[in-house]
C-alpha cells in the first residue's frame, strides 16, 4: 500500500513538472528584462519619459564614430511566466536605455558608465544599446564615455575618459 502511495505521489509529480515545463518554455521568467526599443516600451506600458543627448556622435582614439540615439526612461520589470513584461511594486528603480546606432566595430573598444554611481549601476554595452539602471530618474543625467586603452599593459584595467554625455529630461 506505501508502494503504491508513493508510486502515484512520483507519477503526479512528473505529471506536474512535464505540464509546467510544457506551458513555461521562457527562460527568462522571473529575470529583469528591459525594451529592446522606445515602441516596445510604450506598447508594454513601461515608458516614463525621453532624455536628448547633448550630442548624437562621439569620436573614438582610433577616430570612429559612434552614433547614439535619443535614450528613455521606463518603469524595471521582470519577465512573467509566458515572457511578458510584468511590473511590480516590489521592484524600485528604472531602465535607461541609450540607444546606440550600429557600427561596424570588429569589438566594442569603448563603454558608457554613469558618473552617479551611488544612483545606480550600468550593465555594459549590448549589441544595441547601454542599459543603465538607476534608483532615481533625475533631470539631467551624465554618461561617461570611457575607452579602451590602447597601451596593452592597462587596458581594461586603466581605461581612458574620452568624454561625457548629458541626458536631458525631455
Known amino acids: 500500500m506505501v508502494n503504491l502511495l508513493i508510486n502515484r505521489f512520483w507519477i503526479i509529480l512528473v505529471l506536474i513538472t512535464l505540464t509546467t515545463s510544457c506551458f513555461n518554455d521562457d527562460k527568462r521568467v522571473g529575470n529583469f528584462g528591459d525594451s529592446d526599443n522606445v515602441h516596445d516600451s510604450r506598447a508594454n506600458k513601461l515608458f516614463i519619459e525621453t532624455y536628448f543627448p547633448d550630442r548624437f556622435s562621439f569620436k573614438l582614439i582610433d577616430s570612429s564614430i559612434v552614433k547614439i540615439d535619443t535614450a528613455w526612461a521606463e518603469s524595471d520589470w521582470i519577465y512573467d511566466k509566458i515572457g511578458k513584461p510584468l511590473k511590480s511594486d516590489s521592484?524600485?528603480?528604472?531602465?535607461?536605455?541609450?540607444?546606440?546606432?550600429?557600427?561596424?566595430?570588429?569589438?566594442?573598444k569603448f563603454?558608457?558608465?554613469?558618473?552617479?554611481?551611488?544612483?545606480?549601476?550600468?550593465?555594459?554595452?549590448?549589441?544595441?544599446?547601454?542599459?543603465?539602471?538607476?534608483?532615481?530618474?533625475?533631470?539631467?543625467?551624465?554618461?561617461?564615455?570611457?575607452?579602451?586603452?590602447?597601451?596593452?599593459?592597462?587596458?581594461?584595467?586603466r581605461p581612458i575618459i574620452k568624454d561625457t554625455i548629458l541626458f536631458i529630461k525631455n
Open 91 to 108: 521592484i524600485k528603480g528604472y531602465n535607461f536605455i541609450i540607444p546606440i546606432i550600429k557600427q561596424d566595430f570588429k569589438s566594442f
Open 111 to 157: 563603454s558608457f558608465s554613469p558618473i552617479d554611481t551611488l544612483n545606480g549601476i550600468g550593465y555594459g554595452i549590448q549589441e544595441s544599446k547601454y542599459v543603465f539602471k538607476p534608483k532615481v530618474l533625475k533631470d539631467t543625467i551624465k554618461i561617461l564615455v570611457e575607452q579602451k586603452n590602447p597601451d596593452t599593459t592597462y587596458g581594461w584595467t
